[in-house]
Nanobody
Framework: QVQLEDSGGGLVQAGGSLRLSCATS????????MGWFRQTPGKEREFVAA????????TYSDSVKGRFTASRDNAKNTVYLEMNSLKFEDTAVYYC???????????????????WGKGTLVTVST
C-alpha cells in the first residue's frame, strides 16, 4: 500500500509556471513508476506524464511535450511536475499516480495505475 499526497496547484496566468509535488508514504517509493494525469469536468481523466523508477526515462502527452517536465527524488519519496508556458486548456485537476506494472513508453492508460492521489486544482487564467 502507498499513499500519495499531491499539492502545488493554484491560479496562474497564461504563460506562467507552476510546480506540482506528490509526496508518498508506505511502500518503497522507488519500486513505482510514477505519473501525472489530469481531468476536467465532463471529460475522462487523461494522461499527462510518467517517469521511470530511477528517473532515467520520461514520457509525455503530445499536448504538454516541451512545456512540462516530470522529475523525482527517490531520497525524498517525491515526484514533481514542472509546468511552464501554461495555457488556458491546461486548467484541470491534476492527479499523481503510482504504478507497479513496469515502465511503458507512450501514453499511459488509467487501468495501469495502482494508486492515485486526491488531486490538486490548476487554474490558468487568460
Amino acid at each position: 500500500q502507498v499513499q500519495l499526497e499531491d499539492s502545488g496547484g493554484g491560479l496562474v496566468q497564461a504563460g506562467g509556471s507552476l510546480r506540482l509535488s506528490c509526496a508518498t508514504s508506505g511502500r518503497t517509493f522507488s519500486v513505482y513508476v510514477m505519473g501525472w494525469f489530469r481531468q476536467t469536468p465532463g471529460k475522462e481523466r487523461e494522461f499527462v506524464a510518467a517517469i521511470s523508477r530511477n528517473g532515467a526515462y520520461t514520457t509525455y502527452s503530445d499536448s504538454v511535450k516541451g512545456r512540462f517536465t516530470a522529475s523525482r527524488d527517490n531520497a525524498k519519496n517525491t515526484v514533481y511536475l514542472e509546468m511552464n508556458s501554461l495555457k488556458f486548456e491546461d486548467t484541470a485537476v491534476y492527479y499523481c499516480a503510482a504504478s507497479n506494472s513496469g515502465w511503458r513508453s507512450g501514453p499511459w492508460a488509467g487501468e495501469w495505475i495502482d494508486y492515485w492521489g486526491k488531486g490538486t486544482l490548476v487554474t490558468v487564467s487568460t
